[in-house]
């Protein structure tokens, strides 16, 4: 069984800066990629960015320039740095990775997800 938690999200100012973290945990499991998805309400879930262990990324044009996703393998986490944040990135942000449990085959997982508010 594995698990992901994510981390991080509040309440901020347009402009602002806030940093999310996902830690996935269980044992016996190996990660390909991992990303950050959002959904507000009313709209799809969307991908924000998205990492792989070699460390290429890819980002959501309307985050690209603000947000920076990273991982750190030893930890199995990953992370979501959000800078210039604006009232529209309003939305529950959600921790994905594809895990290989054991001799499994690779499935996504999900995190519970966190909110993450931009007002003034």
């Known amino acids: 069984q594995v698990q992901l938690v994510e981390s991080g999200g509040g309440l901020v100012q347009p402009g602002g800066s806030l940093r999310l973290s996902c830690a996935a945990s269980?044992?016996?499991?190996?990660?390909?990629?991992m990303g950050w998805y959002r959904q507000a309400p009313g709209k799809e879930r969307e991908l924000v960015a998205a990492?792989?262990?070699?460390?290429?990324?890819n980002y959501a044009d309307s985050v690209k320039g603000r947000f920076t996703i990273s991982r750190d393998n030893a930890k199995n986490s990953v992370y979501l740095q959000m800078n210039s944040l604006k009232p529209e990135d309003t939305a529950v942000y959600y921790c994905n990775a594809d895990i290989k449990v054991g001799w499994g085959n690779l499935r996504g997982y999900w995190g519970q997800g966190t909110q993450v508010t931009v007002s003034s």
């Open positions: 269980g044992s016996m499991f190996s990660i390909n990629a």
């Open positions: 990492i792989i262990g070699g460390g290429s990324t």
